[in-house]
Nanobody, 115 residues
């Protein structure tokens, strides 16, 4: 059974930083393409950042230069380092794993950016 467990969300002031983690189990993590998505109230879920099994990355324009996605295959974990956070980054952040044409999602972690 595939499980993705996100952690690291919370309340942070504008300009602050957070690091999200997503721990995977029940899947060959090193062969997965991984992604972080977010969904704000009343909005569609959107891609924030992705990293392939080969380590190639891509980012939404709105987070380029502020967020960094990385992975640690021995730990079966993908990270999202978020710097210079803005109120518009407030959302539930979800981790997604793609393997063999199947998508698996975590339960999400809330990130709130507010003074």
């Amino acid at each position: 059974q595939v499980q993705l467990v996100e952690s690291g969300g919370g309340l942070v002031q504008p300009g602050g930083s957070l690091r999200l983690s997503c721990a995977a189990s029940g899947i060959i993590f090193s062969r997965c393409n991984m992604g972080w998505y977010r969904q704000a109230p009343g909005k569609q879920r959107e891609l924030v950042a992705a990293i392939t099994s080969d380590g190639n990355t891509n980012y939404a324009d709105s987070v380029k230069g502020r967020f960094t996605i990385s992975r640690d295959n021995p730990k079966n974990t993908v990270y999202l380092q978020m710097n210079n956070l803005k109120p518009e980054d407030t959302a539930v952040y979800y981790c997604k794993a793609t393997f063999s044409f199947n998508n698996y999602w975590g339960q999400g972690t809330q990130v709130t950016v507010s003074s």
